[in-house]
């Protein structure tokens, strides 16, 4: 048997198996049929069937496969190729899904051929695939830039892109775990693992221990483990420390407001996004307090020597570092939230110096970047869940994506989960408060009792909230230099009011608030 692909091309069926594909949150399995020579470019082809049973969506202007079933969604960012025929001529790129796969499967390199073989081949009728320059096509490829001065500082820095070697050194500000006083140990039982989780648990420890980053343990702590899907559809281990981080004082040194960082970008017109590996790995647990992060294992009893994602002081000591190595630069050309790096400049010359500043810190505290996941010397990047550019700052578009794509809630979850993600946007949203009221109403205590709670008001304002959303406004970023002025919406709204903050007639931010009971 055989089977023809839309490209014309047939290829022998050599079997089936069952695979466990790993899509974000989402696990798929399937039986697909494995076949003879079918090209690198689709290792996996999802059929309709699945498409359907996963409530596969396409939006084109975000470049993104959406997939859900029941509560949980993902999206997945299409990857590009330029395609050559045979003919020789070169077409329009076109949109590949790429889809991580969650099982063992028999990889080979790939072979290389000169340029005879490749004529030969492509007269044949093969198919040559060009990968697009400067495209990323997972977060295992080694990014590049199409700047070759770009490209010659950072080689010059190759060491900062290597994989974490081990243990980092000690620095100036370790993590630390105080308790409050008279606290006991804390030890909870192991949850139960998935065939699937199983493997990956056994493949981490492995990995943390070669690398020194965890050790056997004989502390009276313990907890359990967890695993939560990536959004390249990999797992991450957790540790539950709820526990532990109960009994924990509270370090209360400030993560700086997304806004503010936003709002130092103004003049900018060229950025570097530079994100660190394993960022919380790369800070070491003050000696006395290993035992305290010990966790259990259907393969033994661990403790970490570095800091782990779950511990509640975690973002305190992980700023601190980094406010810490960027002190000199911070709001002159560097902004950081946590492991994100944004550097900023007016010029493409400023632009390589401060790269150079910036990659010498990396260099000096020995800590490594990952590569694949930095965009450099950029006219618009993505940060922290905005897009930023000369002209200001908008929604990531593929947020905006989901939000408009997102189905009416079924309960009272899903709707604060809907909630959560547009209130992170209200100041792109004229009169957020007085649209969301309906909504907003429905979390109180009780109100969402049955699907009769939500009404035609509530799908009315469910819509509009979403096609606001949608438009998507570029926001200026504030000059000081210039008069502000402040406009009211004094419309007859019963619900609450709001005001814009506006700058030579464009918006910087909006805001509104909802009126209480008595203001009503």
Known sequence: SQVTLADGGK????????????????????QPYVLQELTDAATY??????????????????ATLHLRKGTLSCKVPFVSFA?????GGRSEAEPVVNIAVAAMQKRTEPKSVGRKEADRMIRKGAHALLVRPGLHLNAATTST?????????????????????????????????????????????????SPLELDEVKRQVTDLLAKGMIRPSTSPYSAPILFVGKKDGTLRMCIDYRGLNATTIKNRYPLPRVDDLLDKLKGSAYFSSIDLQQGYNQIRIDASDIPKTAFRTPF???????????????PATFQAVMDRMFRPYIDRFVVCYLDDILVYSKTREEHLEHLKLVL????????????????WAQPQVEYLGHIVSATGVKMDPRKV????????????????????????????IKQYSVLA??????????????????????????????RVVADNITLAFPDHSLPFIVELFSDASIYGSGAVLLQEGRPIAFTSKKFSGAET
């Not at 309709?48 to 939006?59: H, M």
Request: a positive charge; proline letters at 8%.
């Open 360 to 375: 010498e810190v990396l260099r000096r505290e020995q800590m490594f970047a990952k590569r694949a996941k930095c965009f």
């Open 300 to 314: 033994g009893h661990f403790e970490y020597t570095v800091l782990s994602f779950g511990l509640t002081n975690a």
């Open 437 to 466: 009221a309906p909504l907003t109403n429905l979390t109180r205590k009780s109100a969402f009792i049955s699907l009769e709670s939500w009404t035609s008001e509530c799908q009315q304002a469910f819509e509009e909230l979403k």
């Open 401 to 428: 994506a989901v939000v408009r794509d997102w189905p009416a809630p079924q309960n009272l979850q899903e709707l604060r989960k809907f909630l959560g993600l547009t209130n992170y946007f209200r100041k792109f």
């Open 83 to 87: 395609s050559v025929g045979p003919e």
């Open 45 to 62: 082809i999802l059929g309709s069937s699945t498409l359907r049973q996963y409530g596969a969506s396409i939006d084109m202007e975000s």
């Open 11 to 30: 290829h022998p069926i050599l079997g089936r198996i069952t695979l466990s594909l790993g899509v974000g949150p989402l696990r798929i399995t399937t």
């Open 145 to 193: 830039s199409t700047d070759p001065e770009v490209e010659a500082l950072l080689q010059g820095y190759a060491d900062v892109f290597r994989d974490v070697p081990g243990l980092p050194p000690m620095r100036p500000v370790d993590h630390t775990i105080p308790l409050v006083p008279g606290a006991q140990p804390v030890s909870r039982p192991m949850y139960r693992l």
